[in-house]
């Protein structure tokens, strides 16, 4: 008798291995603009809501370096003698938005809408001082919306150019 076809372990065994070639391919393949957006968006936020839990535990307070019209954001940390310094959290030290995705202003009511130039946002123990709004845009064109809301330690974060809070 003459048969043709695989065994059942010999399927499986090539699905094995189908499965960790992917498993390693997959996350090493380029993501899209959108896709790096929206993950730098709610970074963004997430970072947000930690510097405000962190400053309120730590007492201590953060920093927030922003340079609207570019893809400038950085975190700092207050020194014992009031200077600026690297975070000694290494949360803290990661980039929070990807390259390539750009802070295209940022709104606060008592200064209205910043286009360029540095912008400085203080977390304190008490949290942000102000209502902050970050648009963050991609190369595609395409934005999202970071909204802080002062003390509390409350963050949102919106797909589109979102104006006022929600």
């Known amino acids: 008798m003459n048969r043709r076809g695989f065994t059942l372990i010999e399927i499986v065994v090539v699905l094995a291995i189908i499965a960790m070639v992917m498993l390693l391919v997959l996350p090493r393949l380029p993501s899209s603009e959108s896709e790096n957006l929206k993950i730098s968006a709610r970074t963004l936020g997430a970072t947000l809501r930690y510097m ?37 959290d290494p949360l803290l030290q990661q980039r929070p938005v990807k390259e390539g995705i750009v802070v295209a202003d940022v709104v606060i009511p008592r200064l209205g ?31 999202w919306t970071v909204m802080a809301f002062p003390s509390g330690g409350k963050v949102k974060v919106y797909q589109g150019y979102q104006e006022e809070a929600l």
């Open 52 to 88: 405000q839990e962190r400053a309120a535990t730590a007492r201590t307070t953060y920093y927030l370096r922003l340079e609207p019209g570019t893809d400038s954001v950085k975190v700092l940390e207050r020194a014992a003698d009031g200077s600026e310094k690297e975070p000694g």
């Open 113 to 143: 809408q910043v286009n360029d130039g540095q912008l400085r946002l203080d977390v304190g123990m008490g949290g942000l001082r102000d209502f902050v709004i970050i648009h963050l845009r991609s190369a595609e064109g395409g934005f």
